[in-house]
């Protein structure tokens, strides 16, 4: 009876597997599409920056269509703020040379279908730092296109405020982002 009870559920422990793994796709993210932007701002005026040139994977449920892991990466060189002046003091100013990107990756998702909420681990200047990210998503033609918002202090990632006439910027870098992925 014992040896029938463990083939039984060893055979029920490997379906089980096997339909977790079956169910799990990865897509990678529309680098057509997808962007991240920043704002900052001093007294005198403010700016933005655009990468759209973001790369990263996802991993998801194909039936439930649901987000389960995500991988971004961002180039730091690969921000326009339409100031090439500026674009290279930023590039000075993060030691872009020695930390050449910007990278986040989950530790937890929870997406419901209308919203995804992602803890993560964020590396930007080369700190690593803990974050909450939260998300709209709309699911359309087998594509989740998801957007969010997110403050980062430059502070906590060592990045010395650029200062224009002696006047600081802000801390607050405000992050905006749009991540398109198509999902077969």
């Not at 790369?55 to 060189?77: C, H, L, M, P, R």
């Not at 872009?96 to 590396?123: H, R």
């Not at 060592?158 to 999902?183: H, Q």
């Amino acid at each position: 009876m014992k040896k029938i009870a463990a083939v039984f559920l060893s055979f029920f422990c490997m379906n089980m597997y096997g339909a977790v793994i079956e169910n799990n796709r990865t897509a990678t993210i529309d680098k057509t599409t997808s962007y991240i932007k920043y704002h900052l701002s001093n007294p005198l005026h403010s700016w933005d920056g655009i990468c759209k040139v973001v790369d990263g994977n996802v991993e998801y449920d194909e039936k439930k269509f649901q987000i389960t892991k995500v991988t971004i990466t961002a180039k730091v060189a690969s921000f326009d703020s339409k100031n090439k002046l500026r674009d290279e003091r930023m590039l000075a100013i993060t030691n872009a040379q020695a930390y050449p990107e910007v990278k986040f990756i989950s530790t937890l998702v929870k997406d419901n279908g209308n919203a995804v909420i992602v803890d993560g681990i964020i590396t930007f200047h080369g700190i690593s730092k803990p974050i909450t990210l939260t998300a709209s998503e709309v699911f359309l033609n087998k594509r989740k296109i998801i957007t969010g918002k997110f403050v980062l202090l430059l502070t906590d990632f060592n990045v010395k405020r650029p200062s224009l006439l002696l006047m600081k910027t802000e801390n607050e870098m405000n992050m905006s982002f749009l991540v398109d992925i198509p999902m077969q």
